[in-house]
Structures are given as structure tokens and as C-alpha cells.
């Protein structure tokens, strides 16, 4: 299958600076790959250079198949962006706004404007100005515009900056059905990984100019998994601790009355068995998991630092 965006050793200076350093990975059709990284990482200047709004120093970029340097018509036209704020028309209406925009795609947009409204769920508010609009909505009807041309790639720059929950959730589930009902490719970016927890398919994690983490979400749950901890609070804990690494060779730490080990849910019932079966008596258990942010920012803080002068 054709990616429908593909990135190759993409690369971007500006001055003596690599901003986008070697960047690689793919999006494929009715996937959602979310963009993380802190401020300044480079995920707006790839999407410019994905979008074509800023030429790439070297590197490929290739959307449906189409080099988007030696393309550039067909690869754009296979494209919708928010990128940073929509760009709308505050003191004309929804509508108007979005008829504006169709008319730049032609006839066929136009026949899709009244579907998408009701995707994005603004069939009340369309007919209002924008500049009535909540942050959420306008949002919303960036989407809106990004959509008239039925993209097979929808870009988002930063979509859920300054959204409140209610705003996140309306954004995550429009995004939803454009990937599974209409297997769109979607790319967005945030800075917040957790944001994305509940949205994307796969996590490429930007920090410098390069990637330094590109795992499903599936993956990362694992790993989440894999770390976490249990604390049994118990009468005998060094006991319990010996027993424990003689039986399951697993190492555990004594901390007051409790031990603290490394334990994957489904095992937590058999090491209850084995201690209240060796007379150890058990009071309390409690997970202690580490949070997808405090992931992040291990990933982040593991990152060597680079050289990013050319
Ligand atoms: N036109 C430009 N000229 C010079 N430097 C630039 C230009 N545009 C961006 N940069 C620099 O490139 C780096 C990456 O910026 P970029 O906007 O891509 O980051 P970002 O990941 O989108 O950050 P944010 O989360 O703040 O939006 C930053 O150090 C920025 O200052
Ligand atoms: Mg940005």
C-alpha cells in the first residue's frame, strides 16, 4: 500500500541551524499519527515543509506517492491543514466561510459542505457569525474547511491548543470517524502527549529536530506496563522479599513494612497465593503506576543532547 504521506531524511536549516534534522517515518490511510514534542522541537516546520509552505533543505517528501517538490499540484491536492489557527472570515458566518473556501475546490466541495457540517456537528451554529464563535468551534470549522476537498492527508498543527476537555474530546472524536468511516491519514500535532493518549494509532516523538521515539500506542502502553510497580504492606517484608526472589527470581524493595516489585496485573493474584501460603500476612496492595507523562519526559530527558549546528 501507498503511504499516503511518506518522509524521507527530511532535513531543514535555517541559518546555521538544523531545525528539522533527518526526520523519517510514514502515515498510512485510516491511521492517526500523532506529532509529540516541546516547544521548538520542529513539528510546525515539518508540517510547513509537508504543506509545502516552507521548501525542505534536502530530504523527500512524497504524499499519495507525489513528490511534493517535483508535484506539487498532485501532491496539495490530496491535502487539508489547519496549521496554527484556521484561517477564517470572523465577521462573515460558518457558511460563508466555508462556501468562500469551496469555491477555491469547485463544484464538488460545494455538494460536501452541508455532510461536513454535520461531521463536525455545527448544523446550529453554521449559520452565525464566527466571530460568535467558541475556540472549540472555530476549530471545529477549520476542520471543516480543511475538508472540502476530501483529503486523503489532514494535517493538524497544535488543534487542541487552548481547548478546554469538553473541546479535546469533540476534537478527538470528529478525527475518529474521519479515520475509521473515511480512512483518512491524519497527522496532529501537540506538545502534550497524554492529549493524544486516547486518539492516535501511533506516537512519532520529536525533540531537537529529530525523532527520538516512534512507537504504536499499544507499544507504549506495554512499556507503561512493564513498569509498573506493586506494594504489598505485610507483617514480615524481608521474608516476603527472599521468598519472593527464591521462588520468582524477582527483586523486590523493602521500604517500612512493605515491598515494592515489579509486577504485571495478572500476576498480582498468584504472589498473593504464594505469601498467604508461606504465612506472610498481607494488609494492603497498591499499584503504583508511572504515567504516560512521566514517560514522556523520560524519553525526553534520555535524549542525548545533540549538536545542532550544521
Ligand atoms: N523562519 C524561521 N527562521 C529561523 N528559525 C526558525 C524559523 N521558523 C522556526 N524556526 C526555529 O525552528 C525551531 C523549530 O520551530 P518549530 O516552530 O518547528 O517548533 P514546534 O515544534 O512547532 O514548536 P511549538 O510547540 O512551539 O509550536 C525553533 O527553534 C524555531 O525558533
Ligand atoms: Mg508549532
Same mark, same amino acid.
Given at each position: 500500500?501507498?503511504?499516503?504521506?511518506?518522509?524521507?531524511?527530511?532535513?531543514?536549516? $535555517?541559518?546555521?541551524?538544523?531545525?528539522? +534534522?533527518?526526520?523519517?517515518?510514514?502515515?498510512?490511510?485510516?491511521?492517526?499519527?500523532?506529532?509529540?514534542?516541546? #516547544?521548538?522541537?520542529?513539528?510546525?516546520?515539518?508540517?510547513? =515543509?509537508?504543506?509545502?509552505?516552507?521548501?525542505?533543505?534536502?530530504?523527500?517528501?512524497?504524499?499519495?506517492? *507525489?513528490?511534493?517538490?517535483?508535484?506539487?499540484?498532485? &501532491?496539495?491536492?490530496?491535502?487539508? &491543514?489547519?496549521?496554527? =489557527?484556521?484561517?477564517?472570515?470572523?465577521? @462573515?458566518?460558518? =457558511? &460563508? #466561510?466555508?462556501?468562500?473556501?469551496? +469555491?477555491?475546490?469547485?463544484?464538488?466541495?460545494?455538494?460536501?459542505?452541508?455532510?461536513?457540517?454535520?461531521?463536525?456537528?455545527?448544523?446550529?451554529?453554521?449559520? +452565525?457569525?464566527?466571530?460568535? $464563535?467558541?475556540?472549540?468551534?472555530?476549530?471545529?470549522?477549520?476542520?471543516?474547511?480543511?475538508?472540502?476537498?476530501?483529503?486523503?492527508?489532514?494535517?493538524?498543527?497544535?488543534?487542541?491548543?487552548?481547548? +478546554?476537555?469538553?473541546?479535546?474530546?469533540?476534537?478527538?472524536?470528529?478525527?475518529?470517524?474521519?479515520?475509521?468511516?473515511?480512512?483518512? /491519514?491524519?497527522?496532529?500535532?501537540?506538545?502534550?502527549? &497524554?492529549?493524544?493518549?486516547?486518539?492516535?494509532?501511533?506516537?512519532?516523538?520529536?525533540?531537537?529536530?529529530?525523532?527520538?521515539?516512534?512507537?504504536?500506542?499499544?507499544?507504549?502502553?506495554?512499556?507503561?506496563?512493564?513498569?509498573?510497580?506493586?506494594?504489598?504492606?505485610?507483617?514480615?517484608?524481608?521474608?516476603? /522479599?527472599?521468598?519472593?526472589?527464591?521462588?520468582?527470581?524477582?527483586?523486590?524493595?523493602?521500604?517500612?513494612?512493605?515491598?515494592?516489585?515489579? @509486577?504485571?496485573? #495478572?500476576?498480582?493474584?498468584?504472589?498473593?497465593? *504464594?505469601?498467604? $501460603?508461606?504465612?506472610?500476612?498481607?494488609?494492603?496492595?497498591?499499584?503504583?503506576?508511572?504515567?504516560?507523562?512521566?514517560? $514522556?519526559?523520560?524519553?525526553? #530527558?534520555?535524549?542525548?543532547?545533540?549538536?545542532?549546528?550544521?
Amino acid at each position: 500500500m501507498i503511504p499516503a504521506l511518506s518522509i524521507k531524511n527530511l532535513t531543514k536549516v $535555517y541559518g546555521n541551524k538544523k531545525v528539522v +534534522d533527518n526526520v523519517s517515518f510514514s502515515v498510512f490511510s485510516g491511521q492517526i499519527f500523532g506529532f509529540v514534542g516541546p #516547544n521548538g522541537a520542529g513539528k510546525s516546520t515539518t508540517i510547513r =515543509m509537508i504543506t509545502g509552505l516552507t521548501p525542505a533543505t534536502s530530504g523527500e517528501i512524497r504524499i499519495c506517492g *507525489y513528490n511534493v517538490e517535483h508535484n506539487f499540484k498532485h &501532491a496539495i491536492d490530496n491535502v487539508g &491543514a489547519v496549521i496554527e =489557527m484556521p484561517q477564517l472570515y470572523p465577521y @462573515l458566518s460558518g =457558511m &460563508a #466561510n466555508l462556501k468562500l473556501f469551496a +469555491d477555491f475546490h469547485g463544484a464538488k466541495a460545494h455538494s460536501r459542505i452541508s455532510k461536513i457540517v454535520k461531521l463536525v456537528g455545527m448544523e446550529n451554529r453554521i449559520k +452565525d457569525r464566527v466571530s460568535t $464563535y467558541s475556540l472549540g468551534m472555530k476549530q471545529r470549522l477549520g476542520i471543516a474547511q480543511a475538508l472540502l476537498n476530501k483529503p486523503k492527508l489532514l494535517i493538524l498543527d497544535e488543534p487542541t491548543n487552548g481547548l +478546554d476537555p469538553n473541546g479535546i474530546v469533540e476534537i478527538r472524536n470528529i478525527l475518529r470517524i474521519l479515520a475509521n468511516k473515511e480512512h483518512m /491519514a491524519i497527522i496532529i500535532s501537540s506538545h502534550n502527549l &497524554a492529549e493524544l493518549e486516547q486518539l492516535c494509532d501511533v506516537i512519532g516523538l520529536i525533540n531537537n529536530g529529530r525523532i527520538i521515539e516512534h512507537k504504536t500506542m499499544l507499544e507504549i502502553s506495554n512499556e507503561l506496563a512493564d513498569r509498573q510497580r506493586v506494594q504489598f504492606q505485610c507483617n514480615y517484608p524481608n521474608y516476603a /522479599a527472599q521468598l519472593l526472589k527464591k521462588k520468582y527470581q524477582i527483586k523486590s524493595k523493602v521500604i517500612g513494612t512493605s515491598i515494592i516489585l515489579p @509486577l504485571r496485573e #495478572n500476576n498480582i493474584a498468584t504472589i498473593i497465593s *504464594y505469601l498467604t $501460603y508461606k504465612k506472610v500476612k498481607i494488609y494492603g496492595i497498591k499499584k503504583i503506576q508511572k504515567s504516560l507523562e512521566e514517560l $514522556y519526559f523520560e524519553m525526553l #530527558n534520555s535524549d542525548r543532547p545533540s549538536s545542532s549546528i550544521v
